[in-house]
DNA sequence: TAGATTGTTAATCGATTAACAATC
DNA sequence: TAGATTGTTAATCGATTAACAATC
């Protein structure tokens, strides 16, 4: 259920605020959602509510993350070690959310044995065989468009469970692989849509909204 | 329509290939989407395909590009020089995709006037005026959380139009002011949901997939 | 008990898709 | 004309939501 990581949010936000008991109205509101629709989302999760008071927000908290398999970690390793690699590695704080990045890798020279947080630069010589070794369930893709098919390719062959792509291609996958595309210039995209329909508002109101 | 720029992707792909005919039924094969959907989706920008032939390539490209409002230029701004703002404005390609990044801040002074790309990187203190200045109408957030809200408080303030945020926070938005979220904690998030079902589906065979 | 809120049903709404006449 | 493919209708499917009995 995709809304699931949004409530997980919202309610980690509400631990830190002391606040114990949540109804699905002030969730509904929080996540900008209909009230039935966080009942019937969160229903799913088993009948954990009260009648007349509302929800555990502690217990919630575990329920949701029971359910999205975040109760384990899943060892991650990161491709390209460039700036958006980097970031990823350093500062997305993803270990802290069950997603240890146990290594980066890059095939420039320049770039290998350098450190990246508390990393050193491997050779992607190295990277199947490190995934095999290590059991590496996810592999996040930040290198460019034109290596991504490759690099994808020798995951895979490795045994790779799931892929995050930020390269702007289709890949093709083989297996039960799980692929997740975050082209960035799709949300661009997406806004500068947004900016057009604004701009036609104001202008040409013989248009209805999409 | 949130499938657009997925055509838009595979035609200009198409077209590098020299292909200037495509039927519906290749574009949803190369989309993993039905070939009703495609025509639908298409007809949606007018009457463009020729019956018992398919659709011009090129002119498809140009009616996708003219709704999703990309034939004009969104000047865009990026806040935060950190790996992450550097590297989408440095390696993003976003320029050629319509959204030039016309200038990076941060509110660090030891980054303030360091080279990123082809852009010196400015004091947050001249953003609210560079952005009332030069018109610009999408504002880049990759900064830390904690300062997430503020900057985007500034950016609304100057007029801006749209934002792209990374930080996982749900930010507060006033006017028509839109707002998209890129957090890739949940993108991990998911795959790590997939992993779970995959771990799953191979011990405890007595779970519908959802 | 009275008030509040859940869990779930049933109605509604919108998106997907099969099917086919139109037509190149 | 025969074959192919669009554009669109109508049926299907699934997701959303109003409503309310259950119950704390």
């Excluded at 990393?119 to 490190?130: H, I, S």
């Excluded at 692989?177 to 057009?196: A, F, P, S």
């Amino acid at each position: 259920m995709n809304r699931l990581p949004v409530y997980l949010q919202i309610l980690t936000d509400l631990e830190l605020t002391e606040t114990s008991q949540v109804s699905s109205d002030q969730l509904a509101a929080l996540a900008n959602v209909n009230a039935a629709k966080v009942r019937k989302d969160l229903s799913y999760l088993g009948t954990y509510g009260t009648r007349g008071v509302g929800y555990e927000v502690a217990f919630l908290i575990y329920q949701i993350k029971r359910e999205l398999g975040l109760l384990t970690e899943w060892k991650t390793i990161v491709v390209g070690a460039g700036n958006l690699g980097s970031a990823i590695t350093v500062n997305g704080g993803f270990a802290s959310r069950g997603f240890p990045v146990v290594a980066i890798f890059d095939v420039d020279p320049r770039k290998v044995g350098t450190i990246v947080g508390e990393l050193t630069v491997r050779n992607l010589d190295e990277m199947c065989e490190f995934v095999r070794a290590n059991g590496v369930q996810i592999g996040v893709l930040a290198v460019p468009s034109t290596a991504a098919q490759s690099v994808a390719d020798d995951l895979m062959a490795a045994g790779i469970g799931s892929l995050l792509n930020f390269a702007p291609v289709v890949l093709t996958t083989t297996k039960g692989v799980t692929v997740r595309n975050v082209d960035l210039g799709v949300e661009l995209q997406i806004l500068g849509y947004h900016e057009q329909l604004r701009g036609q508002a104001s202008s040409q109101p013989n248009r209805v909204s999409v």
